[in-house]
């Protein structure tokens, strides 16, 4: 296979990176108990683990004592402000988060500009249960996404405490920091539901017996980094695209060959990588210029299925292209199990709940800790940006697309 300056083909080495400073990372690797149920934490704990679990009732006590909280809310002119605003409560079958890292996600300054004032802005989180219930202790670090930017019910993720059903979080592995821990949810969520539930790939607990391609457009984005690992734990040959500096990380993410998206043949060079025989591709981009060109990169004679993250449809593509590749769209706010509308995403509907997309978010969150803890499944790259105060400058950062293959996180509490 020939090589040229716009492409290159790598070997699927698996190397460890880490952009993390060294401080966010516990100075010693104390025992984790993440595969087993949570209750079972109580026994033996570390100096470390007391030492956390006392500043964490320490912490508790004193937020017992106030009913209110700093949040990022939407206002009248589809803004955003920092306010106190009342701490929520749970319900049967939830729990209460103290919240120490949010991450941020595009859909984040999206809902901004839609939703109406009032409600709480954010989705990714990483904290500590400040509520017990029968499957969580108090103090226990947990991580996972609300539906932020929404009125019913009013959730988010930059605000120093939510609410969550209890099981919609999962255990993070005492070798991963809450920062890194706030990367996985919602972007880890949007890639399992596109591969597995809607695309039909592989799953990691049932991994292809020979390695056939898949094309992750967008590999270094937050969702496509999840993406191509999910992809190379099911035993797929991965193509993946990102800028030619990015191409070293996704090599590292065990991705087999890295084109650049930036050469505009980039499709012929996907074909040629797989021998003309691509039926599969995930658009972790989505636009409107980006899906007719992942739509070429399918196999010329047998077409196949592209799956996207925002809205797009089949009719969009170029007639000859519409004969033989399917495109479909997936929004990953069904995990919630509650009928939604939102714009015209495929698998949305103010009628159905959908209840097997949030079976499909439970079973992986049950599943992210010992992929996290063993190092199948690596965290998006973080980059501190602050505290509940600078997410809108950070918003700025992302829409501006200045934000290149790494996670802006803030520290809340
Ligand atoms: N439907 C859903 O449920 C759902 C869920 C999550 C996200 N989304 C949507 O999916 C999109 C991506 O979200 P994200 O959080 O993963 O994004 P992100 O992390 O902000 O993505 C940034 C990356 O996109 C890459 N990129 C930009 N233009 C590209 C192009 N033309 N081709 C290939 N790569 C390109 C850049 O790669 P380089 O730096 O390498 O150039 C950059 O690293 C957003 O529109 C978001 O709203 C939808």
Redesign the pocket.
Known sequence: MSQSSCWVRLSSSYKRFSSLPALTRPITRVPTYTCLPPHHHHHHPTYHQRHRQLCDRADHTSAKMTSTMRALVTTEDHKATVKEIPKPTPGEGEILVKVHYAAQ???DW?GVASAPPGVIVGCDFAGTVASPSSRWREGQRVAGFVFGNNPSPKRGAYAEYLVIEETLVFPIPNSISFAEAATVP??L??AS??LFQRLGLPEPSKPAKSAFPVLV?????????YAVQLCKLGGLYVIA???R??HDLLTSLGVDAVVD??DDNWPEKVRELSHDNLQHAFD????E??TPKVAQALSSTKGGHVL???PRKTSELPQDLQRKVKVE?????TVFGRPIKYGT?DNCSDKDPRPQDKAHWEKVLSEVPEWLESGKLKP?RVKEAGGLDDVLEGFKL?QE?R?????LVYKIA
């Open positions: 996600n595009p859909t999206k919602l972007p969520a949007t539901q596109a457009n967008g590999g270094t984005s937050s969702v496509g980094k695209t990102g800028s500096k990015n998206y930036a972790c981009i989505s636009e210029n980006t996207c993250i925002l769209s997936t929004i990953v706010y995403f998006n992302h697309g934000v290149s293959a790494e996670k």
